[in-house]
């Protein structure tokens, strides 16, 4: 290819990707705005949780309506397999199984040693009966990851509406333009800045940590540049957004045991920071991610 030839691919690429990006942080952003430019509030620390809900799962869409319209203005076509499709396709030939089991069990490996982690910084947080408070019966607490992870591979069509366009359309051009690495940094920062708005409301991380609504800004770039180094290497080894869409849904269930027995009560000091709270909770997920793209960077594929 001569440099001209790829020049013109690039311009291309970026080109395509601003008109996606305009067009999704545009539908996403302005139903936020519109919410709180009205009566309705948004606030998910002050209980509107109807209004709340219906941005959140308005918000998961737009990737995917984005994705649609963008590839209508651009002409790319809607494919569901194959280079530069829609990537919808399931294959399970050449273990490619493998990967949709890491999908599923991933989530709860790292959000288990995310809490035990907390537990080993804070050992007073560990309780017996704390399961008692948040559930009637422990046995539920100890069977809740297999539910979590039930729950996300059933309502897998929700995390489906994001990941068909930040892993589906964003990230084949993002690594294209930039490689593996920038690419899964450049587009985890993006991933992260399209939270702002419900970041800002309190989703997440609430209002009253230090910092806000700035360092929840950072912590939510970290978070999807952590998760969306797995996702997107999931979906470039399976050349299918499947996996991706189901680990994205079966990582908001947050399963874990432990988790029912760390009583946050019990937390002190910066632990008491849900911020950085967070952050101990994602250590484990940003080892493996950090595992994988060494791993993937020294893999052609």
């Given at each position: 290819?001569?440099?001209?030839?790829?020049?013109?691919?690039?311009?291309?690429?970026?080109?395509n990707l601003l008109?996606?990006?305009f067009i999704t942080?545009?539908?996403?952003?302005?139903?936020?705005?519109?919410?709180?430019?009205?009566?309705?509030?948004?606030?998910?620390?002050?209980?509107?949780?109807?209004?709340?809900?219906?941005?959140?799962?308005?918000?998961?869409?737009?990737?995917?309506?984005?994705?649609?319209?963008?590839?209508?203005?651009?002409?790319?076509?809607?494919?569901?397999?194959?280079?530069?499709?829609?990537?919808?396709?399931?294959?399970?030939?050449?273990?490619?199984?493998?990967?949709?089991?890491?999908?599923?069990?991933?989530?709860?490996?790292?959000?288990?040693?995310?809490?035990?982690?907390?537990?080993?910084?804070?050992?007073?947080?560990?309780?017996?009966?704390?399961?008692?408070?948040?559930?009637?019966?422990?046995?539920?607490?100890?069977?809740?990851?297999?539910?979590?992870?039930?729950?996300?591979?059933?309502?897998?069509?929700?995390?489906?509406?994001?990941?068909?366009?930040?892993?589906?359309?964003?990230?084949?051009?993002?690594?294209?333009?930039?490689?593996?690495?920038?690419?899964?940094?450049?587009?985890?920062?993006?991933?992260?800045?399209?939270?702002?708005?419900?970041?800002?409301?309190?989703?997440?991380?609430?209002?009253?940590?230090?910092?806000?609504?700035?360092?929840?800004?950072?912590?939510?770039?970290?978070?999807?540049?952590?998760?969306?180094?797995?996702?997107?290497?999931?979906?470039?080894?399976?050349?299918?957004?499947?996996?991706?869409?189901?680990?994205?849904?079966?990582?908001?269930?947050?399963?874990?045991?432990?988790?029912?027995?760390?009583n946050p009560d019990?937390?002190?000091?910066?632990?008491?920071?849900?911020?950085?709270?967070?952050?101990?909770?994602?250590?484990?997920?940003?080892?493996?991610?950090?595992?994988?793209?060494?791993?993937?960077?020294?893999?052609?594929?």
């Open positions: 290819m001569t440099d001209k030839k790829a020049g013109n691919e690039r311009k291309l690429l970026l080109k008109i996606y990006l942080f545009a539908l996403s952003w302005s139903a936020v705005f519109a919410l709180n430019l009205s009566d309705i509030s948004i606030d998910f620390a002050d209980g509107s949780a109807g209004a709340a809900n219906f941005v959140t799962t308005f918000g998961m869409l737009c990737p995917a309506l984005g994705m649609i319209i963008t590839r209508f203005i651009t002409k790319e076509g809607h494919a569901f397999s194959g280079d530069g499709s829609m990537m919808l396709g399931i294959d399970l030939k050449n273990r490619k199984y493998v990967f949709y089991i890491i999908a599923v069990l991933l989530p709860w490996i790292y959000f288990e040693l995310g809490n035990l982690l907390k537990i080993v910084l804070q050992p007073g947080c560990f309780d017996r009966e704390y399961f008692s408070a948040v559930d009637s019966d422990v046995r539920t607490a100890y069977i809740y990851p297999l539910m979590g992870i039930v729950s996300g591979v059933f309502f897998s069509v929700g995390g489906l509406g994001e990941e068909l366009g930040w892993r589906g359309y964003m990230m084949p051009k993002m690594i294209k333009l930039f490689g593996k690495v920038k690419g899964v940094v450049f587009g985890g920062i993006i991933w992260g800045i399209w939270h702002w708005p419900l970041t800002y409301a309190g989703h997440n991380f609430g209002k009253s940590y230090i910092g806000y609504p700035f360092a929840g800004f950072a912590a939510m770039c970290f978070i999807c540049i952590v998760t969306g180094i797995l996702l997107t290497f999931l979906t470039v080894r399976t050349g299918s957004i499947w996996p991706a869409a189901i680990m994205h849904a079966v990582n908001n269930t947050s399963p874990s045991i432990i988790q029912f027995f760390r019990k937390a002190a000091g910066i632990m008491t920071n849900s911020i950085f709270s967070c952050f101990v909770y994602y250590i484990p997920a940003l080892i493996i991610a950090v595992f994988v793209l060494i791993v993937w960077t020294k893999d052609k594929n």
